[in-house]
C-alpha cells in the first residue's frame, strides 16, 4: 500500500531554505540535498510505520548523508510532513519553534 504525501507549508519553507544553504555552500550540494529528500521520501510513502515516535502520534525519520530529520505524522493512508529540521536542534523545542 502507497501512502500519500502532505507537506506542511513550514516542511516546504525548512526544505527550500536547507536546499539553498547548502547550495550556498557548494554549487550542486542543494540538489544532492533534496535527492536526498526524494529518496526518505519514496521510504515514508512505502512504509511510514517503520520509523519511531519522538513525541506521541509524530516519528523522525532521518535523511541519508545530511543531517536532517522528517517529523510527520500518519493518519489513515495520509503521511503528513510536519517539519524538516537539523539534528544540531534542541528537539525538547520543537514544535514550538519555527
Do not use: C
Not at 12 to 28: C, D, K, T
Not at 42 to 64: D, H, S, W
Amino acid at each position: 500500500m502507497a501512502f500519500r504525501l502532505k507537506f506542511s507549508s513550514r516542511a516546504l519553507r525548512e526544505i527550500g531554505e536547507a536546499q539553498e544553504w547548502y547550495e550556498l555552500q557548494n554549487p550542486g550540494l542543494g540538489e544532492e540535498f533534496i535527492a536526498a529528500m526524494e529518496l526518505q521520501i519514496k521510504r515514508l510513502e512505502q512504509a511510514p510505520l517503520l520509523y519511531a515516535e519522538v513525541i506521541t502520534g509524530v516519528r523522525r525519520a532521518f535523511l541519508p548523508r545530511f543531517p536532517y530529520g522528517l517529523f510527520y505524522a500518519v493518519r489513515g493512508d495520509l503521511v503528513h510532513i510536519l517539519a524538516v529540521l537539523n539534528d544540531a536542534r534542541n528537539p525538547s523545542r520543537w514544535p514550538k519553534n519555527s
